[in-house]
């Protein structure tokens, strides 16, 4: 069972430009969240969503940040005209339910894109 | 809102020693997860251990341990017979079983070195 996927590893972006961050979850798992890593700090949370809903997005950034979870395919963290400030590791984790006992609700992550914005 | 606290910005340990990390949380809720990742310098974020508050016992891993304190909200995490492996960053966080948020709230990390 491959685990949590993420591409690219790493991207760079001139300011201005956009970035598209993609997640692929675990097999079964139907649940996305988003964090944020900036050097030397913890992780902190933006989006969480389900197959075509968000349903909480209280850690995003109100502008140039978006994030998706279509019926098909990969789950999409889109930044557009992006800053230096939005450098850092970005992370994707999922977990198969959010209810249903501590193995159900775990999340896993995926081993991170690295934004470096210039 | 959930704040999780870790004090030790840097933590040292001699080979096959034993190393405590420390954690502590503030919740006005009664049921939730507490967890530790282990972010070795690939960066790939692992989960060590988890910890279901309303279980009094504590969660091992192997030579993973923790000390969960309820009343003090603290949730320790015990390393045995450390090996050069475990160097890394370890995180503690707790998420919420009572609310519909699901999101992970992070502490600022610990760095571990493990010396030969």
């Known amino acids: 069972n491959a685990g949590v996927m993420q591409n690219p590893r790493h991207l760079v972006r001139r300011r201005g430009q956009e970035a598209r961050l993609r997640c692929s979850p675990m097999?079964?798992?139907?649940?996305v969240y988003w964090y944020r890593q900036l050097p030397e700090e913890g992780l902190k949370f933006m989006v969480y969503?389900?197959?075509?809903?968000?349903?909480?997005e209280s850690g995003m950034p109100k502008e140039r940040f978006s994030a998706e979870f279509p019926k098909e395919g990969p789950s999409i963290l889109r930044i557009q005209q992006v800053v230096r400030g939005d450098s850092a590791a970005y992370f994707c984790?999922?977990?198969?339910?959010?209810?249903?006992?501590?193995?159900?609700?775990?999340?896993?992550f995926g081993p991170g894109t690295r934004l470096l914005v210039l | 809102a959930q704040t999780v606290t870790q004090s030790q910005p840097e933590m040292s340990v001699q080979e096959a020693e034993t190393v405590t990390l420390s954690c502590t949380y503030d919740t006005s809720e009664s049921d939730y997860y507490l967890f530790w990742y282990k972010q070795p310098p690939s960066r790939q974020m692992i989960l060590v251990i988890r910890q279901e508050a309303y279980k009094q016992q504590n969660a091992t891993e192997n030579r993973f341990s923790v000390n969960f304190q309820k009343a003090a909200k603290s949730f320790s995490l015990k390393i045995s017979d450390s090996q050069l492996g475990d160097a890394a960053m370890y995180f503690c966080?707790?998420?919420?079983?009572?609310?519909?948020?699901?999101?992970?709230?992070f502490g600022g990390g610990t760095r571990l070195m493990v010396k030969p």
């Open positions: 984790a999922s977990s198969p339910r959010t209810s249903g006992g501590p193995e159900e609700e775990t999340q896993y």
């Open positions: 969503l389900q197959k075509e809903n968000i349903i909480d």
């Open positions: 097999k079964g798992h139907s649940h």
């Open positions: 966080a707790y998420r919420s079983a009572e609310n519909a948020g699901n999101m992970l709230t």
